[in-house]
């Protein structure tokens, strides 16, 4: 059924939102990257529990959100070759694990550095998302938004 419940893994959380439902593309706004990390681990840990496969989508160049001892597995993709060939390989992730696969993506904010336009992480987001809930999934997302961070990040 389409709208199953998926819990995050926080009590608080899903009381105040009721819950996610299959198809969900979650979007925290954060204001850093260890924020995020709880949030992640914390999904990632009931989806365990739920026996729930989850994929965590590598880009950023800040620390690995998860361990190699955490049971996720890690998709280490590069979105300095531009935007087309990064949303392909992840539109062709997403064909290859199938229904109700859980994802984690890193950072959208770090593909400022590569892509220079907050123009191209919304269409990346728009082409994305429909496929996503097509397929049943869960995603989360990290958009922190404050120019220091985008600032830091063009500086490495």
């Known amino acids: ?12 959380i899903d009381g105040v939102v009721d819950g996610l439902r299959l198809g969900d593309n ?9 924020q995020y990390g709880r949030l992640a681990a914390k999904f990632a840990e009931q989806a365990k ?7 965590y ?5 800040h620390e690995p959100l998860f361990g190699p001892d955490a049971d996720v597995v890690t998709i280490e993709l ?21 229904r109700r696969a859980f994802y984690v993506f890193d950072c959208l904010t770090d593909l400022l550095a ?13 082409v994305t998302c ?3 809930y097509e397929l049943e999934t869960v995603a989360y997302f990290d958009a922190r938004l404050n120019s220091g961070h985008r600032e830091s990040r063009m500086r490495q």
């Not at 529990?49 to 994929?55: A, E, P, Q, T, V």
């Not at 989508?57 to 160049?61: A, L, N, S």
């Open 1 to 12: 059924m389409m709208h199953d419940r998926v819990s995050t893994g926080v009590r608080g």
């Open 114 to 126: 590569d892509w220079h336009s907050d123009l191209m992480i919304g269409n990346f987001f728009r």
């Open 57 to 61: 989508v590598r880009f950023g160049g």
């Open 26 to 34: 979650v979007v925290w706004q954060v204001d850093d990257l260890a």
């Open 78 to 98: 590069k979105a300095d070759r531009g935007f087309e060939r990064f949303a392909a390989s992840v539109h062709r992730l997403i064909e290859r694990e199938g």
């Open 49 to 55: 529990r739920d026996g729930r496969k989850l994929i």
């Open 130 to 132: 429909p496929y996503l």
